[in-house]
């Protein structure tokens, strides 16, 4: 079942959570690199079904939730165990591969470190490197007998970790670190909410001052001018908050924090403000001609007006 049929193919595998904040998607990528392989997804969540929809023509099988000896079967038929989330505190699923003696490659974030000797026990990747994570499973795939070293050492080491020793890591070191990521995340949603507000008020304003613009109010024309400039470090920088795992939101629309509302009032605002912008623009360039009339004019008025002044002194 976990390899549709194809039992001699390398099976890579995740078990766990199907959520946004795991970082399932870069998985595909992954096996995309590693020929031959197939993958199996073992578990439910909110994000199944886009997960399906994301890895359709994949070589990839969703189990759903599986539990007892089953779960037991599906670790043991595994050749690898890749675990790309950031946000784990523990990573009891990456114990449970280990014991089951598979090799864990697993991101370098939260508690999953403490538990993987990179290069003895498993391998460690950045969160997000898919090329470093590809490299570390096909290094796997492709030297069986590093493959089953590295098995029976990740076993040996998940045997260290009796019930004592995992609840004493959890309580000392991966509450302070999950109360770390809470506030991150706080922040990082904080900022972005912010940030799109001001985008928004800034597309708004922007675009109002364009008309005054149009019809050659200068004050209006540099307002709007240093205006076009900050949306467009705005745009930058909220690109990048949405990237982060920290921002994303787990139900999306029906999420409490969710800046859904914010980003379509921008996407509305945005056509508007480009075309005010531009016709701004054909603006300058029409008045700029006579612009240059109307200065050189007033330049000789005030040439002619100097030498009567100065007689009239006389």
Known sequence: MLTDGH??????????RLGVEKRLRDLKEVLARAPNARLAIVGKGPDMEPLKEHFAGTPTVFTGLVTGEDLSRAF??????????????????????MASGVPVVGCNAGGIPSIIDDGETGYLFEAGDVAQASEQVNKLLDDRKLLHTM????????????????????????????????????????TLRQKLTRYRNSLIKGFLLDGFAFFGDRKAEEITEALEAEELQLYDDIERLEKKPTTQQPFGW???????????????????RVISVLLRKISQLVRKPFDSIRDSIVDNEDDGL???????SG
């Open 254 to 272: 029906l999420s409490r924090e969710s800046t859904a509302s914010l980003r379509v009032v921008a996407i509305c605002l945005l056509p508007w």
């Open 151 to 190: 098995s029976a050492d990740a076993r040996a080491e998940a045997e260290r970790w009796g019930w004592e020793a995992a609840t004493t890591k959890l309580r000392e070191e991966q509450y302070l670190q999950a109360a770390r990521n809470h506030k991150e995340r706080q922040k990082d949603r904080r």
């Open 76 to 97: 043991a038929a595994a050749d690898v165990f890749v675990m790309p989330s950031d946000s784990e505190t523990l990573g009891f699923v990456v114990l449970e591969a």
């Open 7 to 16: 039992p001699e193919a390398p099976l890579l595998m995740y078990v766990g």
């Open 306 to 312: 100097n030498p009567a002044l100065e007689s009239g």
